[in-house]
């Protein structure tokens, strides 16, 4: 682990201009990746988690416009970059893992083709050698007979098979970057933390690192160095995971961790948090979580809160934040 | 082949009585057209084989009925039945050439329109609507009358009607496709656009079009008589199937319908057939037909 991060966010501001008004999905993210870390991305539906991905692999469509803020991999700013430069970075230096493997492989092509063609595009192997390099990318993942199943077309896999296929695609080109984007939430839990298994060890095999967004902090708890907790696009809070999952300092925080079911606390009803989020096209003036936050003063409506250093390794937004011991 | 023999779409195919006669009838047409000249021994278009003499025999089982003219003979001595087999020629010709071409430029403008959206979507999508509130047989005949017949010309009409319900269909299919996550994976790992277009769209939004081209040989088939009858189509040294109905209407009511009844029994036939086998194509190919 170098002290240098791998990929470095700063100030990330991404903006729709819709007929509705301006959406302010991301609107002032900083974060840091380093090599052979991985980094979970967590919020709510609707917080601007994928945005994020989408933005640092320059892939936000018009209306979305980056609006300001630098991304530094390995400091060169990906948010300046050409759009050739741009795809080159993508699949060679980032790649993506997706949500849904029943729509992320295309079901016209064999596997063996799909992963071909990126080997076409990002290095310059003959056939056999790309041949050999998906055969054992294939048997990495956990697919027995590759060469055999390189010929399969997608609905020959199950969902579980179909997103290895998916994360050897993403890692066959050898990037020092993966976005995994809710890579677990469309699979049954007992193939879950198969696959979760799959990409740490993965990531430990080639020292890249790794950007987990999800919405379930049960998987980020598993997986993540570090945990970046994301509220209608801004950062609420975020530190090491055992720091943050132990004691969090923003009430949001505490909420998302309350919701998780635990089967060692015996409970009438799960908690949750109450309200949903406000509508992001116009927020309100000073801290966004107020109206559900537990600890709202008056000051809350008035000022938005500053990132700022709190216990542990936390950094959190918030007025009145949490103490370790405290109750939410 | 065995694995063809076992799918489902063969096994459909034979149980299905519609798609046999279509399929039946389009093969007769396609060895006619193929064999036509082959089959008869007087070329209906070399002047020096006519002779006054033949005109206007009936068929042979009338009496004053010739052997040597099975349908009957025309005006200028001409075996209709070889006029027959030379008109379903042209007429076929043109409707499989006017497809093919319709399904290159509407696929291509509807895979640009949906992909890249924006003005070109606009502006594309703004022509198909005007060109689709008005019926095409009104389109082709104002092209037709603006820039006379000839083989070419009604090719270049049918063209311009035709193209629109591929751009439409095609549009609907891309804009759906692209949302999907493998176009998404396709952009991510760096491929340029005219390669995720070309690879990953396209393939997927081809099979509604193989419906629509099935059925759109029958319908350029008909406007294409249409013109032909109203006498904007083809030149009389090429008649089609609709001019001959046309050449033999003029004497339909002296008693002399065997010139203008056979070939229209055909271009019946023929595109009765197109569109029994089209239609069984969309029940097997649409999936929530079934």
Sequence with gaps: MTDTPLLEVQDLRTYFHTFAGTVKAVNGVSFAVRKGEVMGLVGESGGGKSVVGFSILGLIDSPGKIEGGQILLEAEDLAQATEDRLRAVRGREISMVFQDPMTSLNPLHTVGRQMDEVLRLHSDLDAGARHAACVAMLESVGISRAAERLRAYPHQFSGGMRQRVVIAIAMLARPKLIIADEPTTALDVTIQSQILKLMRAQIAGTGAAMILITHDLAVVAEMADHITVLYCGNVVERGRTRDLIEAPSHPYTRGLIDSIPDTTRRLDRLSQIPGSVPDIRNLPQGCNFRDRCPRAQAICAETEPELTQQHASLMAACHFPLRPGDSA | ?290
């Design chain 2, 1 to 290: 082949m065995a694995g063809f023999r076992q799918s489902e779409f063969f096994h459909n195919y034979t149980r299905s009585s519609s798609a046999i006669i279509g399929s039946g009838l389009m093969a007769l047409f396609a060895f006619a057209v193929l064999a036509g000249p082959f089959l008869v021994a007087q070329n209906p278009y070399d002047i020096a084989s006519l002779n006054l003499m033949d005109s206007y025999k009936p068929p042979i089982w009338l009496e004053g009925g010739d052997p040597r003219f099975w349908l009957g003979t025309d005006g200028q001595g001409r075996d209709v039945w070889a006029s027959v087999l030379y008109g379903a020629r042209i007429s076929v010709f043109i409707g499989l050439v006017a497809m093919i071409a319709s399904c290159i430029i509407g696929t291509v403008l509807g895979l640009l329109a949906g992909f890249y959206g924006g003005w070109l979507d606009a502006v594309i999508m703004r022509i198909a609507d005007v060109q689709l509130s008005f019926p095409s047989i009104l389109i082709a005949l104002f092209l037709m009358s603006a820039v006379g017949t000839g083989v070419d010309k009604v090719l270049i009409a049918l063209t311009a009607v035709g193209w629109v319900v591929y751009a439409r269909t095609v549009r609907g299919s891309t804009l759906s496709e692209i949302e999907k996550e493998y176009v998404q994976a396709a952009r991510v790992a760096g491929l340029p656009n005219h390669k995720i277009i070309r690879k990953h769209v396209l393939p997927n939004v081809l099979t509604p079009l193989i419906v629509i081209a099935t059925i759109q040989v029958g319908t350029f088939v008909l406007i294409e008589a249409s013109l032909s009858f109203l006498g904007v189509g083809v030149p009389i040294t090429q008649p089609s199937l609709g001019l001959l109905i046309k050449n033999g209407f003029d004497v339909l009511f002296s008693g002399l319908w065997w010139t203008s009844v056979f070939p229209g029994l055909a271009i019946m036939m023929l595109v009765f057939g197109i569109n029994l086998f089209g239609d069984f194509l969309r029940d097997e190919l649409n999936p929530r037909l079934k």
